[in-house]
């Protein structure tokens, strides 16, 4: 059973810093291609950053240059370090299979982020 457990979120203010952790169960972590998603109130789930299994990034175009994705296979871990954060960046991030997340049953609880003006 798929198993995602984000943690990290908080309440910062614009330019600040923050990093998230996605502790992972149930499937081959280290054959996994993996993504952040986040999801703000009132608007659809989006993807923000993706590792490949061999540590191939990518980001959305509205947070490159300022989050960093990465993984930790032994641990069965991925993480995001945020900087220089915006109050758009207010939402709910969520970690997940990429592209093709596991199911609408595997997604965790998520971890909140708020950021203020």
């Known amino acids: 059973q798929v198993q995602l457990v984000e ?3 908080g309440l910062v203010q614009a330019g600040g ?3 998230l952790s996605c502790a992972a169960s149930g499937f081959i972590f280290r054959l996994t291609a993996m993504g ?3 999801q703000a109130p009132g608007k659809q789930r989006q993807l923000v950053a993706s590792i490949s299994s061999t540590g191939s ?3 959305a175009d509205f947070v490159k240059g300022r ?3 990465s993984r930790d296979n032994a641990k069965n871990t991925l993480y995001l370090q945020m900087n220089s954060l915006k109050p758009e960046d207010t939402a709910v991030y969520y970690c997940n299979a990429y592209p093709q997340p596991w199911g609408r049953d595997s997604w965790g609880q998520g971890t909140q982020v708020t950021v203020s003006s």
């Open 7 to 9: 943690s990290g979120g």
């Open 36 to 38: 952040w998603y986040r």
């Open 17 to 19: 810093s923050l990093g």
């Open 67 to 69: 989050f960093a994705i």
């Open 57 to 59: 990034v990518d980001y």
